[in-house]
């Protein structure tokens, strides 16, 4: 199930999306499964259903699931593509910005600390090989 940091800085809608992503990249939320309700799912994290509506619109927008009137949300065919493509044009202006740092001075150790810092800020509850 999904969790949320009510004490974060990141808004509770963007938390679920990224939690939803996550278990879509990693299988737990395969192809035509079907998402928790919004209203389940504001019992069971304590959090307003607007707030999770508005959480399943960006992911229904972004083509990571589908709506089926009455019958709830499904996650979508090809949606682990969407988010595999996602994050390799991630990954690419990753490797742009660094090699700019690189060219005005940074070192490759300042750019080693400065990803396994970040990488360390958001890793929590995740394994190295995520």
């Known amino acids: 199930m999904l969790s949320i940091d009510k004490l974060?800085?990141?808004p509770i809608y963007e938390q679920v999306?990224?939690?939803v992503e996550m278990k879509i990249r990693l299988g737990d939320f395969a192809e035509g499964a079907l998402l928790p309700s919004v209203r389940a799912l504001s019992v069971t994290?304590?959090?307003n259903?607007?707030?999770l509506q508005k959480a399943y619109?960006?992911?229904e927008r972004r083509g990571l699931c589908r709506s089926a009137p009455g019958n709830g949300r499904f996650v979508s065919a090809g949606a682990r593509d969407i988010i595999a493509?996602?994050?390799r044009e991630k990954l690419r202006a990753f490797g742009a910005l660094a090699a700019q740092l690189h060219s005005e001075g940074?070192?490759?150790k300042e750019l080693h600390g400065a990803v396994e810092e970040a990488a360390?800020?958001?890793a929590k509850g995740r394994t190295t090989d995520d």
Request: glycine residues 12%; negative net charge; charged residues 15%.
């Open 85 to 87: 493509h996602g994050m």
């Open 45 to 47: 994290l304590e959090v």
């Open 57 to 59: 619109a960006e992911l």
């Open 106 to 108: 940074a070192t490759m």
């Open 49 to 51: 259903p607007n707030t």
């Open 17 to 19: 999306i990224e939690q």
């Open 120 to 122: 360390g800020a958001g």
């Open 8 to 10: 974060s800085r990141v």
